[in-house]
């Protein structure tokens, strides 16, 4: 049985979540903040997640995905001894652990130099290219996947894997798959040929992009036939493979900010009910707001710390999370379930998910005053209208 058949992920950032500084001016000591983010593997669980995807944890200059160092914590979190820790505190409790795994670029100041193109990426000065065509590159990743996952990882997310070769996964996977068959991983696909890469590759799943898009803006602009299109490409996907569904993540205007908490709960109701590996950024069960902007702090308002203490102004929305992924797990099916549009219109939509076996259920969707009702074969599981 795959790990992914019954993931539910919760996605941080841990140097926003833990409050590290993103941009020091100069080295920073060693701080010992992973603890903290220990702290919340409880909460994790009685959410009734089984999965936690960090973010970049590697030593680097600023916000992470500036590589320095691939086999050392990043010291504003801690170190070794701590990720440990938290691995394993996490295993007790039935979690499993990924790792953002920034293999297309590097810092420009990293250990890691003479295995770069020359170029950098995206327009980025700070960050050099791997030469993906180098036998020394895919050694490194090889030996940098395999030396986290001997430490307990449960499986790597790939970043920017749309800018990377496919033939180099295909290269460095099955060595990594040799002493680790069951590593789950998944790669961040933003543009590009989902069901080509994933074939090419042997990597097991993406981003659905599509799919998130779709849900904020079909809700944003009273246009379910947006949604109602894009489904159909999510099913020609879920014929080939599984993809990781969200509805927020590290790189994204927070969905209470795009669409306000009423119309986020059915974007929520959505990504429970639809076929996938669905994934939570922290806080977005409790209505965290923040708009990502285009500056070099563009990214901090989306990227937050973690408070000491929740506020119960976001506890009704954590409640409906609770009970739309307690659905979600007495339904295990929907992992893997083909989603029927069975009747849409501008502002109302139904749709009936169905399993392999004939399980079903259906959801109906109201935009006017934003509503969603999810039934198993006419036995209603979940309600809800905006006040």
């Not at 010291?75 to 297309?104: H, K, S, T, W, Y």
């Not at 409906?320 to 501008?346: F, M």
């Amino acid at each position: 049985m795959s790990f992914a058949e019954h993931a539910i992920i919760w996605h941080v950032y841990p140097l926003g979540a833990v409050g590290a500084p993103i941009r020091p001016e100069a080295s920073e000591p060693l701080t010992h903040r992973l603890p903290t983010l220990t702290g919340w593997l409880d909460y994790v669980v009685e959410l009734g997640c089984n999965a936690v995807l960090l973010g970049p944890v590697f030593t680097s200059t600023s916000h992470g995905y500036d590589t320095e160092d691939f086999f050392e914590i990043d010291p504003r979190l801690g170190d070794e001894a701590d990720m440990v820790a938290f691995i394993e505190a996490a295993q007790q409790r039935g979690i499993g652990v990924l790792f953002d795994g920034v293999f297309n670029h590097v810092s420009s100041t990293s250990r890691y130099t003479e295995l770069t193109t020359g170029g950098s990426f995206e327009g980025h000065d700070i960050l050099a290219e791997l030469d993906h065509s180098k036998p020394e590159v895919k050694d490194l990743v090889v030996d940098v996947m395999t030396y986290w996952l001997d430490r307990g990882i449960t499986g790597w997310r790939l970043d920017a894997v749309y800018a990377m070769p496919p033939e180099f996964w295909a290269d460095v996977l099955p060595r990594v798959r040799e002493k680790h068959p069951d590593a789950w991983i998944m790669g961040e696909m933003i543009h590009g040929e989902y069901v080509e890469y994933v074939e090419e590759s042997g990597i097991d799943s993406i981003t659905q992009y599509e799919l998130w898009k779709a849900i904020w803006s079909s809700l944003k602009d009273g246009n379910f036939f947006e949604l109602e299109w894009t489904l159909g490409r999510h099913q020609e996907m879920m014929e080939h493979f599984v993809p990781q569904t969200f509805i927020g993540n590290h790189d994204v205007t927070r969905i209470a900010s795009q669409i306000g908490q009423e119309k986020a709960i059915l974007a929520a109701a959505i990504l429970f009910t639809v076929g996938g590996t669905p994934s939570i950024y922290y806080g977005d069960e409790q209505g965290f707001t923040g708009v990502k902007e285009d500056n070099i702090a563009g990214d901090d308002a989306i990227r937050p710390p973690l408070p000491e203490e929740l506020s119960n102004l976001g506890k009704w929305i954590e409640n409906i999370y609770k009970g739309l992924i307690a659905l979600r797990r007495q339904h295990p099916w929907l992992h893997s379930a083909r989603t029927e549009v069975t009747s849409v219109d501008n502002e109302v939509m139904s749709y009936a998910s169905i399993g392999s076996d004939g399980q079903r259920v259906d959801v109906h969707l109201e935009l006017q005053v934003p509503s969603v009702i999810i039934t198993d074969h006419g036995t209603e599981l979940f309600r809800y209208t905006a006040n």
